[in-house]
């Protein structure tokens, strides 16, 4: 079996791994950097690329790393130093970033360590413009909803204050109505109270023409028998004179 080359300290390949720099890796192994090369803890890049812990989660870049690394036939039963392959060191800490990046200094050349400067940077720019897109999305439609809960909130407040008017302007009506009907139940009881009123009036007006009628007819009675009293005490008297 073919023996790995090793690295007293992890390459800028090991590094770009690590923190799924896909296109660096790509780039140093079309540069002729070796895929298998170890540390000195006999760990390949395939090593670094499935340490994925809580501080590297940001980077979201190591599934993809893996996939590429593995396709470019990266031994995946290489054993490291204590006896694990990169499936088993997936399961442990990584080491710290911090130090990765320290100790990869020694084995990159000058251009080597500005082209991942640059590279880095970029990557750190192109991440923060998309999460800074995500969090302006996220403001967007946080505001687009605000602003249709408040279209949704006035709609209702509106129809609310038209379902009031009509309620309102029903009631009125009601209340009309019943004055209407109170105003005419009123004037029926007033025109019958009147009726009754005018009918015993002239009950009364005609009880009293009757009773003058019959004293006036009366009273003429008794005027023409005094009359013919005195008409026969007349006769008699003259009638007396005659006769002596």
């Given at each position: 079996?073919?023996?790995?080359?090793?690295?007293?300290?992890?390459?800028?390949?090991?590094?770009?791994?690590?923190?799924?720099?896909?296109?660096?890796?790509?780039?140093?192994?079309?540069?002729?950097?070796?895929?298998?090369?170890?540390?000195?803890?006999?760990?390949?890049?395939?090593?670094?690329?499935?340490?994925?812990?809580?501080?590297?989660?940001?980077?979201?870049?190591?599934?993809?790393?893996?996939?590429?690394?593995?396709?470019?036939?990266?031994?995946?039963?290489?054993?490291?130093?204590?006896?694990?392959?990169?499936?088993?060191?997936?399961?442990?800490?990584?080491?710290?970033?911090?130090?990765?990046?320290?100790?990869?200094?020694?084995?990159t050349t000058l251009n080597d360590a500005i082209l991942l400067d640059q590279t880095i940077q970029?990557?750190?720019?192109?991440?923060?413009?998309?999460?800074?897109?995500?969090?302006?999305?996220?403001?967007?439609?946080?505001?687009?909803?605000?602003?249709?809960?408040?279209?949704r909130e006035a709609d209702k407040e509106a129809k609310e204050k038209r379902l009031m008017e009509?309620?309102?302007?029903?009631?009125?009506?009601?209340?009309?109505?019943?004055?209407?009907?109170?105003?005419?139940?009123?004037?029926?009881?007033?025109?019958?109270?009147?009726?009754?009123?005018?009918?015993?009036?002239?009950?009364?007006?005609?009880?009293?023409?009757?009773?003058?009628?019959?004293?006036?007819?009366k009273q003429h009675n008794c005027t023409g028998l005094h009359r013919y009293a005195a008409f026969?005490?007349?006769?008699?008297?003259?009638?007396?004179?005659?006769?002596?």
């Amino acid at each position: 079996m073919k023996t790995l080359p090793t690295r007293a300290r992890p390459t800028i390949l090991h590094v770009a791994s690590h923190f799924g720099f896909t296109d660096i890796v790509q780039l140093l192994l079309n540069k002729g950097m070796g895929i298998q090369v170890k540390d000195r803890n006999l760990q390949t890049p395939l090593h670094y690329a499935v340490k994925f812990d809580e501080k590297n989660k940001l980077w979201h870049g190591n599934l993809t790393t893996v996939n590429f690394l593995l396709e470019k036939k990266a031994v995946k039963d290489s054993w490291d130093k204590t006896g694990q392959r990169p499936k088993d060191v997936a399961k442990r800490n990584p080491d710290s970033i911090v130090e990765l990046l320290l100790q990869s200094g020694t084995n990159t050349t000058l251009n080597d360590a500005i082209l991942l400067d640059q590279t880095i940077q970029n990557q750190r720019r192109k991440k923060k413009e998309l999460e800074e897109e995500r969090i302006r999305k996220v403001h967007e439609l946080a505001a687009e909803r605000a602003a249709r809960l408040i279209v949704r909130e006035a709609d209702k407040e509106a129809k609310e204050k038209r379902l009031m008017e009509i309620a309102r302007s029903t009631e009125h009506q009601n209340r009309m109505e019943e004055k209407k009907l109170l105003d005419i139940s009123r004037n029926e009881k007033y025109r019958d109270m009147r009726e009754s009123w005018a009918r015993t009036r002239i009950a009364a007006d005609n009880e009293r023409l009757r009773r003058e009628s019959a004293e006036t007819r009366k009273q003429h009675n008794c005027t023409g028998l005094h009359r013919y009293a005195a008409f026969l005490d007349s006769a008699l008297a003259l009638h007396m004179t005659v006769w002596t």
